[in-house]
Structure formats: structure tokens, C-alpha cells
């Protein structure tokens, strides 16, 4: 019994052996194998690493790029702003004295061609005489108006309303 004992631990031994030596034959070339596919993983590992770096820099330097022309656009937007609120009170108040304007000029048309007395007395003539110095006229036209409207009512003057009124319809 002993010496089965000792014959079946003798081919254990021999097995784990044979084992033993087959891995040793084996091993070394898995190894090297195994060392080879790591080493160029490390050099692929290390190229992703770098490309990646220089992407997050790139971004990093974009990201910047793109703040600083937000800041550029919004500073741009708020002066657009400005321009456009101060031209539009600049043109409400043209706007508003043209209107009045107008408004002079059709009451002066309408009473000259009422033939009204009096009416260079009145708010509107007044206006008209101011409007003879600021409107776009031909030097004739400006003198001829300015002429009836500084007469009054002087027995000298003859009556030409119907030229000074097609003047002002112009």
C-alpha cells in the first residue's frame, strides 16, 4: 500500500513536471508576446493621450475665442441700441414739428384763400413768417413772401394772395 502510495505521488509528480516544463517551453513565447502587445498599446495609449491634450487645448482656446466675440456682439448690440432710441427721439421731434408746420401751412392756405383780414395777427401767421426763413425756397419765392407777410395791412399793398397761396401749396 505504501509503495502504490509512493508510485501514484511518483506519477503526480511526473505530471506536474511534464506540466511544468511544457509551460516553461510555451510561457516564454506567450510572454513575449504578451510584452510586445502592451508595449504597443502603451505607444497607442500615449499618442491618444497627446492628440487629446492638444483637442482640449484647441477647445479651451475656441471657447475663449468665442466668449471674447460674444461680449464683442453684445457691447455691439447695446450700442446699436442706443443710435437707434437717439435717431428715434431725434425723429419724433422733426416728426412733430413738421406736423406743426403743416398744420400752419393749411390754415394760412385756407385763409388766403378766404381772403381773410387779420390774419397775420394771429398764432399761425406767425408761424408762417417763422416757416419763410427755415423753408427750402427759391430766393424769389422767400422775398415775395417775406414782402406780403411784413406789409400788414398797409393801404399801399395790392392783393396777390392767389400767388402767395399757389406758392404755399407747392
Known amino acids: 500500500m505504501m509503495q502504490e502510495k509512493v508510485t501514484a505521488e511518483g506519477k503526480k509528480e511526473e505530471e506536474l513536471f511534464d506540466r ?4 516553461c517551453k510555451t ?3 506567450d510572454l513575449k508576446a504578451s510584452i510586445s502587445a502592451a508595449e504597443a498599446k502603451i505607444e497607442q495609449s500615449t499618442a491618444d493621450l497627446a492628440a487629446a491634450e492638444a ?3 484647441q477647445l479651451a482656446q475656441d471657447l475663449e475665442a468665442q466668449g471674447m ?18 435717431e428715434a427721439a431725434v425723429y419724433a ?9 403743416i398744420a400752419a401751412l393749411t390754415k394760412a392756405t385756407a ?7 387779420g ?24 422775398d ?8 400788414g395791412a398797409s393801404s399801399r399793398y395790392a392783393p396777390q394772395s392767389g400767388q402767395i397761396v399757389g406758392i404755399l401749396k407747392q
Not at 511544468?20 to 509551460?23: A, G, P, R, S, V
Not at 421731434?93 to 408746420?101: I, P
Not at 385763409?111 to 383780414?117: D, R
Not at 415775395?144 to 406789409?151: G, K, P, R, V, Y
Request: proline fraction near 0%; include cysteine.
Open 93 to 101: 421731434k422733426e416728426s412733430s414739428e413738421h406736423k406743426t408746420n
Open 27 to 29: 510561457g516564454v513565447n
Open 20 to 23: 511544468f516544463m511544457c509551460y
Open 119 to 142: 390774419f397775420l395777427q394771429t398764432s399761425a401767421g406767425a408761424k408762417l413768417r417763422q416757416l419763410t426763413v427755415e423753408m427750402d425756397l427759391s430766393a424769389a419765392d422767400r
Open 69 to 86: 466675440g460674444r461680449e464683442e456682439a453684445k457691447k455691439a448690440l447695446a450700442e446699436a441700441e442706443a443710435l437707434r432710441e437717439k
Open 111 to 117: 385763409a388766403l384763400e378766404k381772403g381773410a383780414t
Open 144 to 151: 415775395m413772401l417775406s414782402a406780403f407777410l411784413s406789409t
Open 55 to 57: 483637442e482640449q487645448k
